[in-house]
């Protein structure tokens, strides 16, 4: 971000008071409020789906998302002079939820079922460019297993292996292994039970992560953003946002505290009884969470990074990750039995 990112604001009809510079982002304190100039990365007919998707969200009293911003010209995307694109937002006076807070991490999945409620949309209503209206998580594992064997068979071949490649390697099997049987059982499973007709579905935030979960400092934004109460959380960057079910944003959310809890079961029982408070979790919700908690998503993402950035220099950071993954295997594999067993068997014989 420069001074040519900040002229961009001159696109607006907005009066600039000051700007400063945030993660990434500059802020600006303008007559309308609060607001936030950022890159734009995504598909440039996604930005429409997005500001649909927000404006849904406040209509049905979700009051604290983001808005999307037009330029005089009316339009959602502006390039500076080296054509980067930007776009502006509202955004919120507050901090970033706080993981270490149980308090700030159970109003997090409560402000989460909420959000869910709020997104149902029609999806005829909705055109997604370049999705379609069922989302199977078992075919998306199955693509990452496919990335999996193409690694394996990558590393297998290779002549000369660094320490990490020779230990990856050495471990490689044990996570496939469990990545190709989760795919299978879940697709079984899933195959058993009802799914989505294809017209109304759940828009996930997705990446519903602590840096994107703003705990408000005041009354009202000023930005258009709606009027909630200070320490309400409000939620940002819905960049991401994709049609599917919505235990894909809970589940998220999950792994992230349950990795650094050490998969503790209260925490993951207090985290559900928080969520279900407002959006109660049926049978195949437990199924899809269970399979994706299941699911070695942590171990196909170091893969991912390792084969797709330069190998001539693999950051110790690469070694740690999966040490520490290993280290954590058997607390999650006791973490796995027990939520079966609380919350009934996911295995595809049951159906």
């Known amino acids: 971000m420069n001074d040519r990112a900040v002229s961009v604001l001159e696109n607006y009809e907005i009066e600039v008071l000051r700007t400063w510079k945030g993660r990434g982002a500059i802020l600006c304190e303008s007559d309308q409020g609060l607001l936030i100039l950022k890159e734009y990365t995504g598909p440039k007919d996604k930005i429409f789906f997005q500001d649909a998707l927000l404006r849904h969200i406040r209509g049905q009293g979700f009051l604290a998302v983001e808005s999307l911003l037009k330029t005089k010209e009316g339009e959602f995307i502006v390039y500076d002079q080296d054509r980067t694109p930007y776009i502006l937002k509202t955004y919120f006076d507050g901090k970033e939820c706080n993981l270490r807070d149980m308090r700030e991490c159970m109003q997090a999945v409560r402000t989460l079922a909420k959000l869910h409620r709020a997104s149902c949309v029609d999806l005829q209503a909705f055109p997604m460019p370049g999705h379609k209206a069922e989302f199977r998580m078992d075919k998306e594992y199955e693509k990452h297993n496919r990335e999996l064997k193409r690694v394996r068979k990558f590393l297998k071949e290779k002549s000369q292996k660094t320490n990490f490649e020779i230990f990856l390697l050495k471990h490689y099997d044990h996570f496939l292994h469990t990545a190709l ?107 899809q ?63």
Request: with cysteine.
């Open 181 to 287: 049987r989760t795919a299978e059982e879940a697709g079984q499973y899933f195959a058993g039970t009802e799914q989505n007709d294809g017209k109304f579905c759940t828009v996930c935030h997705g990446d519903y992560q602590y840096h994107n979960i703003m705990v408000r400092n005041r009354e009202s934004n000023g930005g258009g953003s709606g009027d909630a109460a200070a320490g309400e959380m409000a939620v940002i960057n819905f960049e991401k946002c994709v049609p599917d079910h919505p235990v894909r944003d809970l589940y998220l959310f999950m792994r992230k505290l349950l990795e650094k809890s050490g998969w503790s079961q209260e925490l993951g029982e207090l985290l559900l009884t928080a969520y279900g408070e407002e959006r109660p979790l049926s049978e195949g919700d437990y199924g």
């Open 289 to 351: 969470l269970y399979y994706r908690l299941r699911y070695p998503e942590k171990f196909w993402k170091i893969v991912n990074f390792y084969y797709n950035s330069g190998k001539a220099w693999i950051p110790d950071r690469n070694m740690e990750k999966l040490e520490k993954l290993l280290a954590q295997e058997p607390e999650k594999n006791k973490f796995l039995e027990n939520f079966k067993n609380t919350h009934g068997s996911f295995s595809f014989s049951a159906h």
